[in-house]
């Protein structure tokens, strides 16, 4: 508004048109760059690799005498949940691939979308891709856009394997995600 009106009075004063400057955005009048904002989200998911009702599908096997399983490929259509057990509040889905792209250790591509069905971000979408080296903790990788509530969304994410409470049927990964927004 003071802007509006120094720019008028200085028109005034100077006997500049208005139509010679019109058609050029200042970066100050871009009010979507003010309003990005930063979200945490907190999640569980849950690997559940079973004959009956698997969330997670080996799509790819590999020679038996590749090292560290290089190669193996799978699917994934994980519940992600508020607290660490499956019985807590489904707050969306984790779809996506993954597969042990390392020769040298454990190491995993992820292409992953996290679907919200709960909440401020039911709805939107954030996709991760990255590498996921599983024998370590606090596990970076990157968050590389969204849609909906996340569209422009940049940000990380920070995943730990939940050992205590993980079988090899039924794998725990807590998940920090933390995302700039439009
Ligand atoms: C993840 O977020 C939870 C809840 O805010 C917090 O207690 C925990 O320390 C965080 N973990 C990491 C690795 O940032």
Redesign the pocket.
Known sequence: MALALAVLILMSLSGASLSDEAHIELPSQKHHCAENKVSHI?FYYHDIRNEENPSIVQIVETPSKVPNGFGSTFVMDDAMTEGPEMGSKHVGRAQGLFGLASLEDLGMFMLTNFAFTEGEFAGSTLSMVGRNPISEQ?REMPIVGGTGAFRFATGYA?A?SLDSVSTPQHFVVEY?VTVRHS
């Open positions: 907190h606090n920070i730990n920090n």
